[in-house]
């Protein structure tokens, strides 16, 4: 058997800053908890590395919490250059920079929420006033902006970009399309009509048959972000479309340079959100020598603490 550190106890020391734990982790031997400071290691990499291309991919369900502050952050300092998305992921911004959303619990009664007229997300409770009404009456007005403008056809980050625009730095404070405005980062939605948004365009088309939302000036944008790439990394929070989009482009240039996967799937059933990195490999989307780790965690407890011990660790680095 090959020489190896020995198993140390977290100590108090180590539970001072996320920093100081996630370093702990690494010599801790504490199952998971080392993925993640693996994790950290290699996200650091990544966002080190101003010549790579750095993808981020999530689903919209985390938007509905607070680590949505997480990913803003991210994003306002520049350490990703794409953002692939689910279309809920702009339902859950733009309302949220509205209305608020409060929070719940797994076991409430959903037939009295819904006679309430409340959704219920996990263990986060939404007024139907403050998601869908909200979304109709924001969208038909930006859409009715962008039409009087002339814009008769839109990629989904130029859509991105114009609810960004549209929010306002104030309103917009806390809102990813509005970081993703500001940093010109662009957020792509491959499935954009899953959701409210995609609605308020279907339902605004019935009467402007012209507007055009343009899935494949989306691809070739993306194909040309990955064939332009020196190397490409991802951190890939959740699976789905989000996370095959952004592995399945990337294969194209020979794989992902890295990648750091979180997810809570199993693998057993051969679903992608439950597959591993390692999968990957066979089919060209991560180069068999990459530097890769799958955390198996909730994204909600593994990104802030991934991101709090890197912004300590980078401080006032910034890649773009």
Do not use: C
């Not at 290699?42 to 689903?59: G, K, M, V, Y």
């Not at 951190?235 to 992902?256: A, D, E, V, Y």
């Not at 799937?265 to 060209?284: M, Y």
Request: aromatic share 10%; hydrophobic share 45%; glycine share 10%.
């Amino acid at each position: 058997m090959p020489k190896r550190r020995a198993v140390r106890d977290l100590v108090p020391g180590d539970l001072v800053s996320p920093d100081r734990l996630l370093r702990g982790f690494e010599v801790a031997g504490g199952f998971s908890a080392k993925g993640v400071a693996q994790a950290a290691d290699i996200l650091e990499a990544q966002w080190r590395d101003r010549e790579a291309t750095n993808f981020l991919s999530f689903p919209a369900d985390i938007m509905a919490t607070g680590t949505r502050g997480v990913l803003v952050e991210i994003v306002r300092r520049g350490l990703v250059d794409v953002v692939i998305t689910t279309g809920g992921t702009l339902d859950h911004d733009l309302a949220r920079a509205w209305r608020p959303y409060y929070e719940g619990d797994w076991l409430l009664d959903d037939r009295a929420l819904a006679r309430k007229h409340v959704y219920r997300l996990g263990n986060v409770v939404i007024p139907q006033a403050n998601y869908g009404g909200i979304i109709e009456s924001r969208m038909r007005r930006l859409l009715r902006r962008l039409w009087a403008d002339g814009k008769r056809t839109l990629t989904t980050p130029e859509l991105v970009w114009a609810i960004g625009e549209d929010l306002g730095p104030e309103r917009g404070k806390g809102s990813l399309a509005r970081a993703a405005f500001e940093q010109r980062v662009p957020v792509f939605v491959p499935g954009p009509f899953d959701g409210a948004v995609g609605s308020q365009l279907w339902l605004f088309w019935q009467d402007h048959r012209d507007l055009r939302v343009d899935l494949f000036a989306d691809e070739q944008a993306l194909s040309d972000r990955v064939f332009e790439a020196k190397r490409s990394h991802a951190l890939i929070l959740g699976g789905g479309i989000s996370k095959h989009h952004t592995i399945w482009w990337n294969q194209f240039r020979g794989g992902l340079d890295s990648a750091v996967y979180v997810t809570t799937a199993v693998e057993w059933d051969g679903s992608l959100s439950g597959a591993r990195l390692r999968e990957a490999v066979s089919w060209g989307k991560l180069k068999p020598e990459a530097r890769q780790v799958t955390v198996e965690g909730d994204i909600t407890v593994v990104l802030p603490l991934l991101a709090g011990a890197l912004f300590s660790r980078l401080g006032s680095f910034r890649r773009r």
